[in-house]
């Protein structure tokens, strides 16, 4: 079945505690991207992928840092996390970064920073 | 600066009637829209999109309308039924933006049987 997972799907832990949330998907898609969603703002971009050892910020990047080594991982770090990092996070990925790309995305991680 | 917006946070209508979501936007460069739906405890997933060269998309029970001089696109959905209960989230891109999508605020959507 063609799909984006993450792991894990909740997380409870405290401000500066280092974490790592995966996201795999098994579509052979260049495209990846991670977006955090809060209320009243919609899904918000972090950082997205071109394609492996490619990735660049987006519009919410502060306190995260990702990585792409192979093409199906797109791991998200928090390396110091802070209670304004509570939200829901969601990883999609696409065929490529056309615009014209539907974007798929993972069942999303929820996060708490206390 | 709240580039895609939706103004209804919720909307409710009874079961077989038309739903209508609405979606404004202010970048004259975004040239492909997108809805997803999204149900909870899950991801989005996409429901339909439409070019910027079109003004109408329809599939099935779903179509979307494409005003470009408004900045203006909805999403009708004929007949409602209660599974199409959940949060509609409207996006666009523009083909030169590296694929990133902008999103709405979305909005929450309930049918009544």
């Known amino acids: 079945e063609a799909q984006v997972t993450q792991n894990p799907r909740y997380l409870i832990t405290v401000t500066g505690k280092k974490l790592t949330v995966t996201c795999s998907q098994n579509?052979?898609?260049?495209?990846m991207s991670w977006y955090r969603q809060d209320p009243g703002l919609g899904l918000r971009q972090i950082y997205y992928?071109?394609?492996?050892?490619?990735?660049d910020k987006g519009d919410v990047p502060e306190g995260y840092k990702v990585s792409r080594k192979e093409k199906r991982n797109f791991p998200l770090i928090l390396e110091s996390p802070s209670p304004n990092q509570t939200s829901l996070y969601f990883c999609?990925?696409?065929?490529?970064?056309?615009?014209?790309?539907?974007?798929?995305f993972g069942p999303g991680t929820r996060l708490t920073v206390l | 600066d709240q580039q895609v917006k939706q103004n209804s946070p919720s909307l409710s209508v009874q079961e077989g009637r038309i739903s209508i979501l609405n979606c404004d936007y202010t970048n004259s460069m975004f040239d492909y829209f997108l809805w997803y739906k999204k149900y909870p405890a899950e991801g989005p997933t996409f429901l339909i999109s439409i070019s910027s060269i079109k003004d109408k998309n329809e599939d099935g029970r779903f179509t979307v309308f494409l005003n470009k001089s408004a900045k203006h696109l909805s999403l009708h959905i004929v007949p409602s039924q209660p599974g199409d209960s959940a949060v509609y989230f409207c996006?666009?891109?523009?083909?030169?933006?590296?694929?990133?999508?902008?999103f709405g605020q979305g909005t929450t959507l309930q049918v009544k049987p």
């Open positions: 996006a666009a891109s523009s083909s030169g933006n590296t694929g990133k999508l902008i």
């Open positions: 992928s071109m394609n492996v050892e490619v990735t």
């Open positions: 999609a990925s696409s065929l490529s970064g056309s615009g014209f790309n539907e974007q798929f």
């Open positions: 579509m052979n898609h260049e495209y």
